[in-house]
């Protein structure tokens, strides 16, 4: 069990109060009356006030790398959208697909895909989405089917890399993969998902489809050059992209963490934009950029890492460690399985990102049972793949899910929690089925 603090208030036994603050937490976190950062904050506050954990220790539960590659990668995105450059991939997808709704949808999603597996899904469904529902008013077809299939393929693309999915950023961190280990284990079983679920998308919508001739000459009529609104600021954006995704590949051999790589890459991308621009411009353009950042996200992350340090330093981690070993009789199959199935139902229900955050230090506490770290190795794919692909299962299981409903509520596409579930549920089972089998043959 981890040293414990020296004291907490009024007396009061460490483990139970830890886990009254991370329960009550999580419980404050599902029930949305009070933003989430709001929220990780006055615990972590309260972690430290009670004496569960002191600010010395508060400080060395943050996971800077993680922060670093989160801010880093907004500011990039922030950059590079506004030169049009993933509206241009919407329209050329819907250009290829001839104005077919069924080829359309099946090309938007492989695109949000891609683009969520070397950017972040919430970023890409930010940016495709608003494109998807013009396309859909000109066909003149429902664009629920079009928005609904576009959340599932950017958490699906989002759990292929590093820089994908949050909880990969966190576990990528905690564990000390890189960016190429993502791809290599989570890059295949990613790509079966992704031709899994657009086969069911076809089933399910793409084969009933039809559209008039005349709609369909709309959307070939649509010219993808117009959505370059910054030709220079695009060859730029392009470029840093090109330079951060290849560092990340050769970070081990360049002694780079992927957050240094994401702040230098974001720091580049400001200097080339700014630098022919005078001082005062330059600053309205700098606070802009910094404005768009989703500073929520990020101090969520500040005290959900307070929080996490908390129960760990109590030893409610070893405590649930112990247990879970105990569950499984030590078995690494079982384990693994159980890890993953888990992960995937309580994603489904509860946010990902604090499951992902509490579960890594249980998982860190395995190794001497598995042989030692590498022994943990399909524990963490496990973990990746059950928190990625569980957040499909419901409206609330991951942040991209929320951001189209409300993208899609704004322009009168209404998205209910129960019509949701009962098709978004069974889909998301069908990819830890598939998972399932992946982890099973490739690694026990």
């Excluded at 404050?28 to 004496?51: P, Q, T, W, Y």
Aim: with cysteine.
């Amino acid at each position: 069990m981890s040293e414990l603090p020296p004291a907490t208030l009024f007396g009061l036994d460490p483990l139970l109060l830890s886990t009254a603050l991370l329960i009550a937490t999580y419980a404050a976190i599902v029930v949305e009356r009070i933003n989430r950062a709001i929220v990780a904050l006055v615990g972590g506050a309260l972690m430290i006030g009670f004496g569960v954990i002191d600010q010395r220790q508060a400080i060395a539960g943050e996971d800077f790398n993680t922060l670093a590659l989160l801010v880093g990668m907004m500011l990039l995105v922030a950059l590079a959208r506004r030169s049009g450059m993933f509206q241009y991939l919407a329209i050329v997808a819907a250009k290829l697909g001839r104005g077919h709704p069924a080829a359309i949808m099946a090309l938007l999603a492989v695109v949000t895909a891609l683009v969520s597996a070397l950017l972040d899904n919430v970023t890409t469904v930010l940016l495709i989405a608003p494109v998807t529902l013009v396309i859909a008013q000109e066909l003149k077809v429902p664009p629920y089917p079009f928005l609904f299939v576009e959340i599932f393929a950017s958490n699906i693309g989002g759990t292929a890399t590093l820089i994908g999915d949050p909880p990969n950023i966190i576990i990528g961190s905690a564990a000390g993969l890189s960016f190429n280990d993502f791809v290599i284990n989570l890059g295949p079983v990613v790509l079966l998902v992704l031709i899994a679920q657009l086969a069911v998308n076809h089933w399910v919508w793409g084969r009933a489809m039809r559209v008039a001739p005349e709609n369909r000459a709309r959307v070939m009529a649509f010219d993808p050059r117009q959505a370059i609104t910054d030709p220079r600021l695009l060859r730029q954006s392009l470029l840093v992209l090109g330079l951060v995704i290849l560092a990340f590949i050769l970070a081990r051999r360049l002694r780079l963490e992927p957050g240094t790589i994401a702040l230098a890459g974001a720091a580049l991308l400001l200097l080339l934009d700014n630098w022919p621009r005078p001082a005062e411009e330059q600053s309205h353009a700098v606070h802009g950029i910094f404005a768009e950042v989703e500073w929520v996200t990020i101090f969520f992350f500040v005290g959900l890492f307070i929080i996490v340090a908390g129960v760990e330093h109590a030893g409610l981690l070893s405590l649930l460690a112990d247990e879970l070993i105990h569950f499984t009789g030590g078995d690494l199959t079982v384990t693994t399985l159980a890890i993953l199935w888990a992960s995937a139902i309580l994603s489904a229900v509860i946010d990902n990102i604090p499951f992902v955050a509490t579960m890594i230090p249980v998982i860190k506490s395995m190794a001497p049972t598995f042989g030692g770290p590498e022994g943990l190795l399909p524990l963490w794919w496990s973990l990746s793949l059950g928190a990625c692909l569980g957040g499909n299962g419901t409206l609330i299981g991951a942040s991209a899910n929320l951001t189209v409903a409300g993208i899609g509520e704004r322009a009168g596409v209404p998205f209910r929690f129960v019509p949701f579930l009962l098709l978004a549920f069974p889909m998301m089972l069908m990819s830890i089925l598939v998972s399932t089998a992946y982890v099973y043959l490739r690694y026990l």
